[in-house]
């Protein structure tokens, strides 16, 4: 139990990491600019979305945090929801498994 312990907050300290990184490098990508003198009193101003690469760049990672954060908060609630008991937790793991594609579902299907 202690090693089940051990290896579930590595696991969330890994993806608090993840998530840290993946939303410090959204931030960069998208509040960078670059300006670039054309002819003398002619600037350009290049951003993100000026390349179609950082635009899905930018997304990938804003969908990877999300989705860290998504696991987080799950394994957070299996834990709360077993009490520290691993192996009773299965009940549990698959109905908020359940209730997730649910939401998923239902945000597809309306929107």
């Not at 290896?7 to 990491?17: D, F, S």
């Not at 899905?56 to 299996?78: E, H, P, Q, R």
Request: hydrophobic share 50%; proline share 1%.
């Amino acid at each position: 139990m202690t090693m089940e312990l051990g290896i579930a907050k590595a696991e969330a300290c890994l993806r608090v990491t993840a998530i840290l990184f993946l939303v410090l490098t959204t931030c960069l990508v998208a509040f960078d600019s670059e300006t670039k003198v054309v002819i003398l009193p002619i600037e350009k101003k290049a951003t993100y979305k000026d390349m179609k690469a950082l635009k899905i760049s930018m997304w990938v990672t804003s969908a990877a945090a999300g989705y860290n954060m998504l696991m987080l908060f799950k394994n957070s609630l299996i834990s709360a929801c077993s009490g520290g008991n691993f192996n009773g937790s299965y009940l549990c793991m698959a109905w908020i498994y359940f209730l997730l594609d649910q939401h998923h579902l239902k945000r597809r299907c309306w929107h």
